[in-house]
């Protein structure tokens, strides 16, 4: 079993700055790729950024070039850095981590971009 936990997020005004950050603990030898998804309300859930453990990436079109993903795996933590944000990323978001069997989800974490 791996447990995660997101911290991080809140309200930010357009333009602005964000850092998502993601723990993940327990059986942690098993874990391979770490990503960010988000849901806007009414929406269906997204992948916004994954990291593989050998730190390759992958964006939304919608966010590249305003946020960056990495990932310590000594630490088991992925980092959500979001900048330029814009008020269409308001959106829970969910830290998720891939197992040999399974995939894990945090509980999520609120970001809301308004003025």
């Known amino acids: 079993q791996v447990q995660v936990v997101e911290s991080g997020g809140g309200l930010v005004q357009p333009g602005g700055s964000l850092r998502l950050s993601c723990a993940a603990s327990?059986?942690?030898?098993?874990?391979?790729?770490m990503g960010w998804y988000r849901q806007a309300p009414g929406k269906e859930r997204e992948s916004v950024a994954t990291?593989?453990?050998?730190?390759?990436?992958n964006y939304a079109d919608s966010v590249k070039g305003r946020f960056t993903i990495s990932r310590d795996n000594a630490k088991n933590t992925v980092i959500l850095q979001m900048n330029s944000l814009e008020p269409e990323d308001t959106a829970i978001y969910y830290c998720?981590?891939?197992?040999?069997?399974?995939?894990?989800w945090g509980q999520g974490t609120q970001v809301t971009v308004s003025s």
């Open positions: 998720n981590v891939e197992g040999l069997l399974r995939t894990y």
């Open positions: 990291i593989t453990s050998g730190e390759r990436t």
């Open positions: 327990g059986s942690t030898f098993s874990i391979r790729a």
